[in-house]
């Protein structure tokens, strides 16, 4: 069974900035991903521009260029593959951690192998688990919580449950590739931290008719030719071929609990952390990145977290030294 400082869970830009410390400070590594390399951003949709510029999202040093300030989703991938290759990093892709227990060293199960750590590292994010609606029909293949590219949906009926940065994106596209769209939005307006060069665009297609939004609504059931819209005049039916379902995400909170990590009960489940050192409540789990936030995933992103792998490696060599 191979022996490692520390185990990091988790193979995105923040996963990556960790192995990228902890190969720096001399100490043993490996990085854990149960997807493809930078796992999250490979399923944002293909045409995703971020919020950040890119000299924000630069993680080892390394200066990210891109065509314009903020860079795309496919220069993202490269850049960051180009990272892991450039530093050598020590990373198994595709295994899934299975299990994390503690007696003397952390043991590790994954779905390839067994290892041993002293310390783990969870920056795990928060992209794969949808927050689910809970409602009639949210099982039928014509839902998805996920949105990849507008062709798809050329000519439909789409329904985009949401008001945030990816449901106004997918909204416009699939209106700019000739879907009839409507938007499902809870509050009375389209989200503030929409990117606010995209906002007044949708705001203007909703004024003029071109996209229909309902506010203050929900979507309160799905079946295969139509929707249920509970609205403020009451429940409507309309005519409908897809569901983007685009309600948020949410970290892996069974995953956090299993390895003893505790949790808030006020209902946003921040889990339990040294903001100083990023360690938990269990000695030697450390916590890098969005997960760090519970609920509020939107407190937490690459350009604010990078920190969180100088704070995680420096507490671990003093803890060394110390012992």
């Given amino acids: ?3 490692f400082d520390i185990i990091i869970i988790g193979g995105g830009p923040i996963g990556l ?14 990085i854990i991903e149960k997807g493809c390399l930078v796992n999250s951003i490979y399923n944002y949709p293909q045409n995703m521009t971020f919020f950040s510029t890119s000299e924000k999202l630069e ?8 065509n314009n300030p903020k860079p795309t989703r496919s220069e993202a991938l490269e850049y960051y ?9 020590n990373i198994h892709l595709f295994e899934e951690v299975l299990k994390v227990d503690k007696s003397k060293n952390f043991m590790v199960k994954t779905s390839k192998g067994d290892y041993q750590a002293n310390n783990i590292v969870l920056s795990t994010g928060f992209y794969d688990l949808p927050a689910l609606m809970n409602i009639p029909g949210e099982s039928l293949s014509k839902v998805s919580h996920y949105y990849n590219d507008p062709h798809y ?3 439909q009926k789409v329904v985009v449950v949401g008001a945030s940065n990816s449901s ?3 909204a416009l596209e699939c209106y700019r590739k000739g879907a009839e769209v409507s938007m499902v939005i809870r509050g009375d307006e389209v989200g503030e931290r929409v990117k606010y060069w995209v906002r007044p665009d949708v705001v203007n297609r909703i004024k003029e008719g071109s996209i229909k939004a309902y506010f203050n609504a929900n979507l309160k059931e799905v079946r295969n030719n139509e929707v249920d819209i509970e609205t403020p005049d ?7 071929d897809f569901v983007l379902a685009l309600t948020g995400y949410q970290p892996n909170f069974d995953f956090l609990d299993k390895v003893g990590v505790e949790l808030s009960n006020d209902g946003k489940k921040y ?3 040294n903001t100083q050192t990023m360690e938990t409540n269990k000695k030697g789990l450390y916590l890098a990145g969005v997960v760090c936030g519970g609920m509020d995933t939107h407190l937490w992103f690459i350009e604010n977290s990078r920190e969180h792998a100088d704070l995680i490696i420096e507490n671990i060599l003093s803890e060394q030294k110390i012992s």
């Fill in 234 to 240: 009451g429940t409507i039916t309309i005519a409908n």
């Fill in 271 to 273: 889990p339990q952390h």
């Fill in 153 to 155: 949906y050329a000519m």
């Fill in 81 to 89: 593959r180009r990272i892991a290759l450039k530093f050598e990093l």
């Fill in 17 to 30: 900035t960790c192995g990228i410390k902890a190969k720096e400070a001399g100490l043993t590594y490996l």
């Fill in 59 to 66: 993680i080892g040093g390394v200066p990210f260029v891109s």
């Fill in 168 to 170: 106004v994106d997918a």
């Fill in 1 to 3: 069974m191979k022996h």
